[in-house]
């Protein structure tokens, strides 16, 4: 019987943490080429004055997910965000990690999975490399922390770094 009990709430815990995350948006394009994406944003953000932030990650990250539509709630949020960065979400899925495009744009990132996912990279307007951003940080309990991650986007503004 106790084993019964203990199945049953496994189950239920799998079927509202699977259900929760089909609940949020899906926010990776996973058919675009990274590589193509980042030089692209690159582009806009030397044109418009802003940095590049890549949400690194997939749509099969549930904290991934968590993140976006933690941030698109947050008018706060995303007024910083749109004055300052172009923010992109790109896809990584793990199981590719031989694949030559997606070791290539790990590498132009400075291999930023070590940090797990989702990992932000912030990049400047010429596409360096100037701050990685490990996610474990910007949490509080089962979510996100909206004081730790307004301190990190202000800290990475264009104004704050020159």
């Not at 995303?78 to 979400?89: C, G, R, S």
Request: glycine letters at 6%; aromatic letters at 12%.
């Amino acid at each position: 019987m106790k084993r019964l009990i203990v199945t049953i709430l496994a189950s239920a815990v799998m079927f509202v943490t699977a259900d929760a995350q089909s609940n949020l948006k899906k926010v990776y394009d996973e058919s675009v080429d990274q590589m193509v994406q980042i030089d692209k944003a690159v582009a806009q953000a030397d044109k418009e004055g802003k940095f590049v932030i890549c949400q690194v990650g997939g749509n099969w990250c549930r904290w991934c997910l968590m993140f976006a539509d933690f941030m698109s709630k947050d008018s706060e949020i995303m007024e910083v965000v749109d004055k300052n960065f172009v923010y992109i979400h790109v896809n990584y899925n793990p199981r590719e990690r031989a694949d030559k495009k997606a070791e290539a744009m790990l590498k132009r990132l400075g291999n930023p999975g070590r940090f797990g996912y989702p990992v932000f990279v912030v990049l400047d307007e010429d596409g360096n490399v100037i701050h990685t951003q490990d996610s474990s940080f910007l949490e509080e309990g089962n979510g996100y922390d909206k004081t730790k991650v307004m301190r990190f986007f202000n800290n990475w503004t264009p104004e704050a770094v020159r």
